[in-house]
Nanobody, 123 residues
Framework: VQLQASGGGLVQAGGSLRLSCAAS????????MGWFRQAPGKEREFVVG????????YYADSVKGRFIISRDNAENTVYLQMNSLKPEDTAVYYC?????????????????WGQGTQVTVSS
Protein backbone atom coordinates (compact mmCIF):
# COMPACT_ATOMS: atom_id res chain seq x y z
CA VAL A 1 0.00 0.00 0.00
CA GLN A 2 1.15 3.55 -0.72
CA LEU A 3 0.26 6.36 1.65
CA GLN A 4 -0.02 10.08 0.91
CA ALA A 5 -0.36 12.40 3.87
CA SER A 6 -1.51 16.00 3.74
CA GLY A 7 -2.95 18.77 5.87
CA GLY A 8 -0.04 19.94 7.97
CA GLY A 9 0.80 23.57 8.52
CA LEU A 10 1.44 26.35 10.98
CA VAL A 11 -1.11 27.07 13.68
CA GLN A 12 -1.19 28.98 16.94
CA ALA A 13 -1.45 27.19 20.25
CA GLY A 14 -5.04 26.24 20.94
CA GLY A 15 -5.84 25.92 17.27
CA SER A 16 -6.82 22.93 15.17
CA LEU A 17 -5.59 21.07 12.12
CA ARG A 18 -6.88 18.10 10.22
CA LEU A 19 -4.51 15.63 8.62
CA SER A 20 -5.50 13.24 5.88
CA CYS A 21 -3.85 10.07 4.65
CA ALA A 22 -4.95 8.66 1.32
CA ALA A 23 -4.02 5.06 0.61
CA SER A 24 -3.70 3.33 -2.72
CA UNK A 25 -4.61 -0.29 -3.31
CA UNK A 26 -7.71 -2.36 -2.91
CA UNK A 27 -6.95 -3.88 0.48
CA UNK A 28 -7.11 -0.76 2.60
CA UNK A 29 -9.58 -2.31 4.99
CA UNK A 30 -7.07 -5.09 5.73
CA UNK A 31 -4.67 -2.74 7.50
CA UNK A 32 -4.70 -1.16 10.87
CA MET A 33 -3.83 2.49 10.37
CA GLY A 34 -2.25 5.09 12.54
CA TRP A 35 -0.22 8.23 12.94
CA PHE A 36 3.25 8.69 14.36
CA ARG A 37 5.23 11.86 14.84
CA GLN A 38 8.86 12.80 15.06
CA ALA A 39 10.20 15.99 16.56
CA PRO A 40 13.76 17.19 15.87
CA GLY A 41 16.28 15.14 17.80
CA LYS A 42 13.67 12.69 19.03
CA GLU A 43 12.58 9.22 18.04
CA ARG A 44 9.46 8.61 16.02
CA GLU A 45 6.61 8.01 18.43
CA PHE A 46 3.16 6.51 18.25
CA VAL A 47 0.31 9.01 18.37
CA VAL A 48 -2.85 7.11 17.55
CA GLY A 49 -4.03 3.88 15.92
CA UNK A 50 -7.31 2.66 14.50
CA UNK A 51 -8.54 -0.80 13.66
CA UNK A 52 -10.24 -2.07 10.52
CA UNK A 53 -13.81 -1.09 11.28
CA UNK A 54 -12.86 2.12 13.05
CA UNK A 55 -14.59 0.99 16.21
CA UNK A 56 -11.36 0.51 18.17
CA UNK A 57 -8.79 3.23 18.63
CA TYR A 58 -5.69 3.75 20.76
CA TYR A 59 -4.26 7.12 21.72
CA ALA A 60 -1.00 8.16 23.25
CA ASP A 61 -1.61 9.74 26.65
CA SER A 62 -0.20 13.04 25.41
CA VAL A 63 -3.00 13.49 22.86
CA LYS A 64 -5.99 11.86 24.56
CA GLY A 65 -8.99 14.14 24.60
CA ARG A 66 -7.49 16.44 21.96
CA PHE A 67 -6.92 14.29 18.86
CA ILE A 68 -9.47 12.15 17.05
CA ILE A 69 -8.69 9.52 14.43
CA SER A 70 -11.20 8.21 11.93
CA ARG A 71 -11.13 6.20 8.75
CA ASP A 72 -13.28 5.94 5.66
CA ASN A 73 -12.71 2.53 4.10
CA ALA A 74 -14.81 3.43 1.07
CA GLU A 75 -12.49 6.39 0.36
CA ASN A 76 -9.29 4.62 1.48
CA THR A 77 -8.55 7.54 3.78
CA VAL A 78 -7.60 8.06 7.39
CA TYR A 79 -8.08 11.38 9.14
CA LEU A 80 -6.54 12.91 12.23
CA GLN A 81 -8.41 15.82 13.75
CA MET A 82 -6.07 17.68 16.07
CA ASN A 83 -7.62 20.16 18.51
CA SER A 84 -6.24 22.28 21.33
CA LEU A 85 -2.81 22.06 19.78
CA LYS A 86 0.23 22.76 21.92
CA PRO A 87 3.77 23.79 20.97
CA GLU A 88 4.94 20.33 22.06
CA ASP A 89 2.81 18.83 19.29
CA THR A 90 5.21 20.33 16.77
CA ALA A 91 6.65 17.51 14.68
CA VAL A 92 6.57 15.78 11.34
CA TYR A 93 3.52 13.55 11.32
CA TYR A 94 3.62 10.24 9.49
CA CYS A 95 0.74 8.10 8.38
CA UNK A 96 1.31 4.42 9.06
CA UNK A 97 -0.20 1.12 7.98
CA UNK A 98 0.43 -2.41 9.15
CA UNK A 99 -1.13 -5.82 9.26
CA UNK A 100 -2.22 -7.19 12.59
CA UNK A 101 -2.85 -4.99 15.59
CA UNK A 102 -1.60 -2.09 17.65
CA UNK A 103 -0.50 -4.09 20.69
CA UNK A 104 3.07 -3.28 19.71
CA UNK A 105 3.25 0.41 18.83
CA UNK A 106 6.92 0.72 18.09
CA UNK A 107 7.81 2.36 14.83
CA UNK A 108 10.04 -0.51 13.67
CA UNK A 109 7.00 -2.78 13.38
CA UNK A 110 5.11 -0.51 11.01
CA UNK A 111 4.98 -1.96 7.51
CA UNK A 112 4.22 1.13 5.46
CA TRP A 113 4.84 4.85 5.89
CA GLY A 114 3.55 7.99 4.27
CA GLN A 115 5.96 10.77 3.36
CA GLY A 116 5.31 12.92 6.44
CA THR A 117 3.68 16.28 6.87
CA GLN A 118 5.00 19.10 9.04
CA VAL A 119 2.87 20.43 11.89
CA THR A 120 4.15 23.53 13.66
CA VAL A 121 2.38 25.00 16.67
CA SER A 122 3.47 28.46 17.73
CA SER A 123 3.13 29.70 21.29
Amino acid sequence: VQLQASGGGLVQAGGSLRLSCAASGRTFSSYVMGWFRQAPGKEREFVVGIYYSGASTYYADSVKGRFIISRDNAENTVYLQMNSLKPEDTAVYYCAAKYGNWYDRRAQFVGYWGQGTQVTVSS
